[in-house]
């Protein structure tokens, strides 16, 4: 004869039947797909392919250029404010620490 109480096997029914029902619903035990490295790797491919535009680009985006760190994103925004502006692509040269290899590096995402 049993011993056990009758709302114990129902209570254990219930269990089992919940942690089956979880197992194999689509809210449980589920992989996160998302990788931050994935997203920052996405959102630098994307920065990398965007347009800057010498006169009106923010500090940051002039940095998303290749050969160009923070000093030379910098010396960028200090020679457009002196001189009020780039008249044309090729003029970035005259900043200091950027030659024709930065400049043909990134012609293609630059604009004015």
Do not use: C, W
Request: no cysteine; net charge positive; charged share 15%.
């Amino acid at each position: 004869m049993n011993n056990k109480p009758k709302y114990l096997n129902r209570t254990l029914s219930a269990l089992t039947l919940g942690f089956v029902l979880l197992v194999n619903s689509p809210l449980g035990f589920t992989k996160d797909v998302s990788n931050p490295l994935s997203a920052q790797a996405q959102s630098a491919q994307l920065a990398q392919n965007h347009i800057v535009n010498l006169n009106e680009s923010t500090f940051e985006q002039l940095t998303t250029l290749k050969g160009v760190g923070d000093t030379k994103a910098q010396a960028i925004i200090v020679y457009r404010q002196q001189v009020g502006g780039f008249k044309s692509v090729d003029e970035l040269i005259k900043v200091s620490g950027i030659g024709e290899k930065i400049v043909s590096q990134n012609k293609a995402r630059l604009s004015l």
